[in-house]
Nanobody, 128 residues
Framework: QVQLVESGGGSAPAGGSLRLSCAAS????????MAWFRQAPGKEREGLAT???????NYVDSVKGRFSISKDNAKDTLYLQMNRLKPEDTAMYYC??????????????????????WGQGTQVTVSS
């Protein structure tokens, strides 16, 4: 069982920045891929960015150029640097991890059903 714990959420003004962290309880996450998702009230969960074991990254168009995903394997921690925040970025943010077989078969996938383990989420609120 892999536990993921997000932190770093909070409030920020439009145009501001926040950095989210996701600490994993197991190094098994190094062999698969990890991703950030978000879900706003009344909306479906949206995949934002994913990174695999080779460091290959994929972003959804809505965050390209504003958000940056990275990971520190030594710390088993995933990050999401969010810049130029917009009010529409307000949501609960989740990190998730998928096993290598899924990551290799569906490279760059942001389909939530492919991810096995999820954190509890951290709230991000952007004011206008």
């Amino acid at each position: 069982q892999v536990q993921l714990v997000e932190s770093g959420g909070g409030s920020a003004p439009a145009g501001g920045s926040l950095r989210l962290s996701c600490a994993a309880s197991s190094s098994i996450t190094r062999s698969g891929c990890m991703a950030w998702f978000r879900q706003a009230p009344g909306k479906e969960r949206e995949g934002l960015a994913t990174i695999n074991s080779r460091g290959t990254i994929n972003y959804v168009d809505s965050v390209k150029g504003r958000f940056s995903i990275s990971k520190d394997n030594a710390k088993d921690t995933l990050y999401l640097q969010m810049n130029r925040l917009k009010p529409e970025d307000t949501a609960m943010y989740y990190c998730a991890t998928a096993v290598r077989s899924f990551c290799d078969s569906f490279a760059g996938s942001l389909l939530s059903r492919g991810y096995n383990y999820w954190g509890q989420g951290t709230q991000v609120t952007v004011s206008s």
